[in-house]
């Protein structure tokens, strides 16, 4: 796979991420302060994902270097991490919420 490809597939998938943060930011505002404090830790972490994440996208394009893998595994780990963080969030949501909430 070519590394710019595969920046652009990321860049995408980042998208689809923020996208689905904000509607959980939105989530969150539904619940009591408590609940919120009970979660906040896990959407700082998710904020953070994206970030890192970002980065590593922007370093592989300026950068373009002939070995890669290091940093794709970065960002695949990274990726696995974001999405079991977010899976756990949205369950806390969903049960600390009073009205049911797809997600």
């Given amino acids: 796979m070519d590394v710019m490809d595969y920046?652009?597939?990321l860049e995408m998938e980042l998208t689809a991420w923020?996208?689905?943060?904000?509607d959980l930011?939105?989530?969150l505002d539904s619940l009591g302060s408590a609940e919120k404090e009970k979660?906040?830790?896990n959407v700082e972490d998710l904020n953070m994902f994206v970030t890192e994440m970002t980065d590593r996208i922007e370093k592989l394009k300026t950068e373009c270097p002939t070995?890669?893998?290091p940093i794709k595994k970065d960002i695949d780990?990274?990726?696995v991490d974001m999405r079991g963080k977010y899976e756990e969030t949205m369950e806390y949501i969903g049960k600390a919420?009073?009205?049911s909430i797809p997600g």
Avoid: F, N, Q
Wanted: hydrophobic residues 30%.
């Fill in 77 to 79: 780990d990274a990726h």
């Fill in 97 to 99: 919420s009073p009205v």
């Fill in 39 to 41: 979660i906040l830790p």
């Fill in 18 to 22: 923020k996208a689905k943060l904000y």
């Fill in 67 to 69: 070995e890669w893998s």
């Fill in 25 to 27: 930011t939105r989530k």
């Fill in 7 to 9: 920046c652009k597939g």
